[in-house]
């Protein structure tokens, strides 16, 4: 029996020559970038994008260091530690091959509850021109409905009273600028790499929010000194499972203890606002533009929505993957027809792009049956999600007298969803940061039906509207009297 290799830089030259590695010297490269959030998502698109800068170009100061701020980041920490901040990327291509690269742009890592002062340090370091985010649609700390920054949040109240051992990212932040500002050392560019609307707008919007009561004399520094672009960042990234690991051992001998798979599409549109310089990312892909909100909406309405869509459906009729539901002729024609009739009139102009090769792409990579994108993953934490996926579509077209029954039916689904059980009697988690109040108005509406849309923070006063609550009660009581597969295959009737 073979034995497997593990992963770490001396072992790099042992691998098998199918394995792209590192073949630029990791003891050059020097650290200009601290990601906060190192997820799979930063590892498949951003860290990905820096390695081939350094694989290809030989430019080297674009290096990552990786901080984690939550007690669940200390599994990565352990095991990029172990791996010498190496890991795999295994790209699933659309005819089913696997491709293995070793990735070696995160050369350094910060495990912030243990060491919260290095971490500051380390953001306020001279060299430090970039600081991205990946810190989820909630970790904006946003009340969805008022758009308001949430003071009530209890760690955030926590940073506010020790601000010198913060726990959220808005503190470190705080103390991390005010460093730099004290110092009289250069502004440093804040990029996030979340999918939100603006998300550049958003994070200025949120740590201007508490800065204004945390560290009120950092605000013009601040303004003056840091820059926020906006940018569209998209690659499907699924949750690694221990097959992934097995695989990954059987065809290519690596032992990895948390590679990252992901699909063969990548994209990075991001506004070229960098206040104290970046990588040259332009030169492996990365699209720099003046104005990237086309762009967002397009990616956020269709691609994410549409995952919405497929995840809420296919949940409730008990599919797993995303490719399940994507291959279900009725779920496919009406995911199809929400695309076409309610999120593509609320684009606007997109220049040179294609809108019906996009999503025709779109449906295709849904159908990538090799990635195995869990439904489970998709709908976690769609209390932050859908109101940036799915409600800015429904109340375009709400004020715009516009089509929105298929947006209606998918909030009646999440509502369905939220009863914790398919249709095929399997139950499974609501993992959600509002779990407790979707589980409970999930389980009022069986009674009262409007409960659902009456979670303020996420619908705010859409239960006011008589026309969306029309369609909204009527799909509710089709899905909670019917398979959600036959619902569908009648509305696609109804509704052409
Ligand atoms: C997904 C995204 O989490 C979700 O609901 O829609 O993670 C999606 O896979 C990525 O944005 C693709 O770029």
Redesign the pocket.
Known sequence: MKTSIPLNQENLKKLPSQVNVPSYDRDKVTTSIVHIGVGNFHRSHQAYYTNKLMEEYGELDGGICGIGLLDYDRRIYNILKDQDGLYTLMTKELDGSLRAEVIGSIVEFIFAPEESRAAIEKMADPNIKIISLTITEGGYNLNEATGKFDFSNPVIVEDMKNPMSPKTVFGYLAQALKLRMKRGLKGVTIQSCD?IQGNGDVAKKSLLNYVEKAEPELLPWIEENVSFPNAM?????PVTVAEDIENLKDQFNIEDQWPVVCEPFIQWVVEDKFVNGRPSWEKVGVQYVVNVVPYENMKLRL??AG??VLGMLGAVHGYNTIDEAARDEDFKKFLRDFMDQEATPTLGDLGGIDLEKYKDSLIARFQNVYIKDLIA??CLESSA?IPIFLLPTIKYQLANNGDFEHGAFVIAAWCRYNDGVDEQGDSYQIEDAMSNELIRAAALSHQDPIKFLEIEPIFGDLKDNKVFVEAYLKSLDMIRNDAIKSCVQTLNTQLN
């Open positions: 999918n960042v998209d690659r499907i990234t691609l994410n995952h919405s993953r998709i999600k």
